[in-house]
């Protein structure tokens, strides 16, 4: 039995007779003791987040602003939103960072891992270099790059010895936001390539070795043996890396204030200023309700596609 | 050429690849410290100094000296330090009770607590932050501790390392008479030291590094986090940037000094959720 419990058969005559008046039964107590251990979590939970989702709900159906109280609005939140362009771009600009990052980062990710799992000289040292920066703030991470891609800064200064003339990265529309999901990458894919490198280690040496015995190749080693075995890694990591990319913040605050002209203003972003720039809390709250909405659309669609890979 | 050394040189072209490619995830830290010690013109000029001519220790003192950073510094750890307490000792409770005990409706508890991971303070940064003002905690540690003091993540983390632990380890206790919570401190906590220095390294780390939830419930400077403080330093002295790695710098050496001492658990705790589903 798997479970930590002994099977007691709480149905017995004895085991109801013995039971004084107030006690409970050695079952029932386990049950409650249980339940007493997961209490704590789920008081927490119930105040920090399912509280504050039904709030969300309900207060994106009424006209807040933090110092007047509340007044009902029905949809207008929901209409204010969708007749509201900016909401729109930001719907945009989060859906192409969020694939941007995450796309790529599947991809390099794995073969970042692949790379690292070969037998080479300094291993150990080769992985820590890729690791130390999974380490780093995303504070510092901003603001290192607002400095790298500074009109004078290393990028442009790198680009100069290949005669690339000098690129205003995160003042043009055109390269703000690609230089944001570039960040986003190259800080995703070490990250991702440790759980990768983990999966990769989990798949037992002799598969490979009976497969090379019966003539198959690296390709078909990888194809038939290592991507099949990686499915429930790659399952954590998509929805991880999506999950990750859409709620990115400190990036677009810190190195583009969401400019410029919104190209980088994401949904949290838009977020956070309908909220507490212009103190528009039902708006917000709505824009909120609908990014769960998304998240959750993201993750189960995900489960579905690979449960029946799975199958 | 023989086909066993073509084999041979291609792994060597792979490695040196492997190696470039750290070079190009570690660059930007290299420029950033490299840059903390030029001076303001010599971090623009052109072609790149790799190295700066002369070190400028001082850019350090004055950059810190801009703004109460010790205040800051002191901050972020006391707030990282509460929420790993709280991840660690709620996660490991309800944990423990997820994993090795049965009651009704146990499994909807874990899948309600498991979607709260994508209900994160980004999505819920406006109902959370009524609810705090409710509670009057603005502006308070406790407003920067309490939110963040229990998280799912920990709770999945632990739970599957403590559905592992033999269940005979657990019932000889029960049978010599140890109390339900004696068992779960006794027993249960000893035996997850591995998971629980995966789960204190990964949530000091993340905890370290809040930003925006600091941002939106934190006006007094006593109370400011250092990654406030780096925004601020940002939002002031722009132009400074040979300064403003300096101070970044310093922001970065307790997730190193982290990192290099635990990188062993720090790598753990990322792969035990994600091996097994």
């Given at each position: 039995?798997?479970?930590?419990?002994?099977?007691?058969?709480?149905?017995?005559?004895?085991?109801?007779?013995?039971?004084?008046?107030?006690?409970?039964?050695?079952?029932?107590?386990?049950?409650?003791?249980?339940?007493?251990?997961?209490?704590?979590a789920?008081?927490?939970?119930?105040?920090?987040?399912?509280?504050?989702?039904?709030?969300?709900?309900?207060?994106?159906?009424?006209?807040?602003?933090?110092?007047?109280?509340?007044?009902?609005?029905?949809?207008?939140?929901?209409?204010?939103?969708?007749?509201?362009?900016?909401?729109?771009?930001?719907?945009?600009?989060?859906?192409?960072?969020?694939?941007?990052?995450?796309?790529?980062?599947?991809?390099?990710?794995?073969?970042?891992?692949?790379?690292?799992?070969?037998?080479?000289?300094?291993?150990?040292?080769?992985?820590?270099?890729?690791?130390?920066?999974?380490?780093?703030?995303?504070?510092?991470?901003?603001?290192?790059?607002?400095?790298?891609?500074?009109?004078?800064?290393l990028?442009?200064g790198?680009?100069?010895?290949?005669?690339?003339?000098?690129?205003?990265?995160?003042?043009?529309?055109?390269t703000?936001l690609?230089?944001?999901i570039?960040?986003?990458?190259?800080?995703?894919?070490?990250?991702?390539?440790?759980?990768?490198?983990?999966?990769?280690?989990?798949?037992?040496?002799?598969?490979?070795?009976?497969?090379?015995?019966?003539?198959?190749?690296?390709?078909?080693?990888?194809?038939?043996?290592?991507?099949?075995?990686?499915?429930?890694?790659?399952?954590?990591?998509?929805?991880?890396?999506?999950?990750?990319?859409?709620?990115?913040?400190?990036?677009?605050?810190?190195?583009?204030?969401?400019?410029?002209?919104?190209?980088?203003?994401?949904?949290?972003?838009?977020?956070?200023?309908?909220?507490?720039?212009?103190?528009?809390?039902?708006?917000?709250?709505?824009?909120?309700?609908?990014?769960?909405?998304?998240?959750?659309?993201?993750?189960?669609?995900?489960?579905?596609?690979?449960?029946?890979?799975?199958? | 050429?023989?086909?066993?050394?073509?084999?041979?040189?291609?792994?060597?072209v792979?490695?040196?690849?492997?190696?470039?490619?750290?070079?190009?995830?570690?660059?930007?830290?290299?420029?950033?410290?490299?840059?903390?010690?030029?001076?303001?013109?010599?971090?623009?000029?052109?072609?790149?100094?790799?190295?700066?001519?002369?070190?400028?220790?001082?850019?350090?003192?004055?950059?810190?000296?801009?703004?109460?950073?010790?205040?800051?510094?002191?901050?972020?750890?006391?707030?990282?330090?509460?929420?790993?307490?709280?991840?660690?000792?709620?996660?490991?409770?309800?944990?423990?009770?997820?994993?090795k005990f049965?009651?009704?409706?146990?499994?909807?508890?874990?899948?309600?607590?498991?979607?709260?991971?994508?209900?994160?303070?980004?999505?819920?940064?406006?109902?959370?932050?009524?609810?705090?003002?409710?509670?009057?905690?603005?502006?308070?540690?406790?407003?920067?501790?309490?939110?963040?003091?229990v998280?799912?993540?920990?709770?999945?983390?632990?739970?599957?390392?403590?559905?592992?632990l033999?269940d005979?380890?657990?019932?000889?206790?029960?049978?010599?008479g140890?109390?339900?919570?004696?068992?779960?401190?006794?027993?249960?906590?000893?035996?997850?030291?591995?998971?629980?220095?995966?789960?204190?390294?990964?949530?000091?780390?993340e905890?370290?590094?809040?930003?925006?939830?600091?941002?939106?419930?934190?006006?007094?400077?006593?109370?400011?986090?250092?990654?406030?403080?780096?925004?601020?330093?940002?939002?002031?002295?722009?132009?400074?940037y040979?300064?403003?790695?300096?101070?970044?710098?310093?922001?970065?050496?307790?997730?190193?000094?982290?990192?290099?001492?635990?990188?062993?658990?720090?790598?753990?705790?990322?792969?035990?959720?994600?091996?097994?589903?």
């Open positions: 039995m798997s479970n930590g419990l002994p099977s007691v058969p709480v149905s017995l005559p004895q085991a109801r007779t013995a039971a004084r008046p107030f006690s409970l039964t050695y079952a029932n107590r386990l049950r409650v003791a249980g339940f007493l251990f997961v209490l704590p789920l008081l927490h939970f119930a105040l920090f987040k399912f509280y504050p989702m039904a709030q969300a709900l309900l207060l994106s159906f009424f006209r807040y602003d933090l110092t007047s109280s509340p007044e009902f609005t029905g949809l207008g939140n929901y209409r204010a939103l969708y007749e509201n362009p900016l909401f729109h771009q930001a719907l945009g600009v989060s859906a192409k960072y969020t694939l941007g990052v995450a796309i790529p980062e599947w991809f390099l990710a794995l073969g970042l891992a692949l790379l690292l799992n070969r037998a080479m000289p300094g291993r150990g040292l080769i992985r820590l270099a890729y690791f130390l920066p999974i380490a780093m703030s995303q504070i510092v991470v901003a603001l290192v790059w607002k400095f790298l891609y500074h009109p004078h800064g990028v442009n790198l680009l100069a010895t290949v005669g690339i003339g000098r690129i205003n990265w995160l003042s043009e529309e055109a703000a690609p230089a944001l570039a960040i986003g990458v190259w800080r995703g894919v070490p990250l991702f390539a440790v759980v990768y490198l983990a999966g990769l280690q989990a798949i037992p040496r002799d598969y490979y070795e009976a497969a090379s015995m019966d003539g198959a190749g690296p390709w078909q080693r990888f194809r038939w043996i290592t991507l099949p075995l990686l499915r429930p890694t790659m399952l954590f990591v998509m929805v991880m890396s999506l999950l990750m990319a859409m709620k990115v913040f400190t990036n677009p605050l810190v190195m583009t204030e969401g400019g410029p002209n919104g190209s980088t203003r994401v949904l949290p972003y838009f977020i956070y200023e309908t909220g507490f720039a212009f103190f528009r809390m039902g708006e917000a709250a709505a824009a909120s309700s609908i990014l769960f909405g998304l998240a959750l659309l993201f993750t189960l669609v995900q489960f579905r596609l690979l449960r029946r890979g799975l199958a | 050429m023989n086909a066993k050394t073509r084999s041979r040189v291609l792994g060597w792979v490695t040196l690849l492997t190696v470039a490619g750290a070079a190009f995830v570690l660059l930007p830290y290299f420029w950033m410290v490299s840059s903390s010690f030029k001076t303001q013109d010599a971090i623009f000029r052109l072609p790149l100094e790799w190295m700066p001519r002369e070190p400028r220790w001082q850019n350090y003192p004055s950059a810190l000296g801009r703004f109460p950073f010790g205040v800051y510094f002191f901050n972020s750890t006391v707030m990282a330090l509460a929420v790993m307490a709280g991840n660690l000792f709620f996660g490991s409770l309800a944990a423990y009770g997820l994993a049965r009651f009704p409706l146990r499994e909807l508890c874990f899948r309600a607590m498991l979607s709260t991971l994508m209900l994160p303070l980004e999505i819920l940064l406006v109902p959370t932050f009524l609810v705090v003002r409710q509670l009057g905690l603005l502006d308070s540690y406790g407003g920067l501790i309490v939110p963040l003091a998280d799912a993540f920990g709770i999945f983390l632990m739970r599957q390392y403590i559905t592992d033999p005979s380890l657990i019932e000889a206790a029960r049978l010599d140890c109390t339900e919570f004696g068992i779960y401190w006794r027993i249960v906590l000893p035996n997850c030291r591995p998971a629980l220095a995966a789960l204190a390294v990964l949530s000091f780390r905890n370290w590094d809040q930003f925006l939830w600091p941002l939106v419930i934190i006006s007094k400077e006593a109370l400011k986090t250092f990654p406030l403080g780096l925004a601020q330093f940002e939002g002031f002295h722009s132009a400074s040979h300064e403003m790695m300096a101070a970044a710098a310093v922001g970065m050496i307790p997730m190193i000094l982290l990192f290099l001492l635990f990188q062993r658990a720090f790598v753990r705790g990322l792969t035990l959720t994600g091996l097994k589903e």
